[in-house]
């Protein structure tokens, strides 16, 4: 029987930036473009395409191209998903951390090491008081 919690995860912004937080601690990351497809699919069910559903919105169907998909996914983020708390699909899981780095991961830690410095007590700060 496995009695691990499901790891639930969140969005917030601030001011021009997408924050996805796991809610059993303060680890956090800044939304890509890249991903801003999937977050819309696992937070609200979207469809990159729903006249094909061929694409996850990564790759261009013969319907959309990749760009339209991204600014509608993008905008779909910030207007629908955000405070929205769903199970983690898996971008929290320990299983997908790698203990292997690309020098683009590595660069991508040491900015979410900056960020996790420089934003981690306002987001604190702003859950405490509601807001």
Known sequence: MN??????????ASENKLFLFNDSN???????????CSVARY???????SQCDETDGSVACEHRSV????????????AKCIGIKIQ????FAKE???NTTTERESKI?????QIMKEYAPLFKKLRENGD
């Open 3 to 12: 009695n691990k919690q499901p790891i639930h995860v969140f969005l917030e």
């Open 26 to 36: 303060d680890d956090f990351y800044p939304i890509t473009e890249q991903e801003y």
């Open 43 to 49: 937070f609200i069910g979207w469809k990159a395409c």
């Open 67 to 78: 760009g339209e998909m991204l600014r509608e996914a993008e905008e779909l983020c910030w």
């Open 88 to 91: 983690d699909p898996g971008w």
């Open 96 to 98: 997908n951390k790698i």
């Open 109 to 113: 830690r040491k900015i979410h090491k």
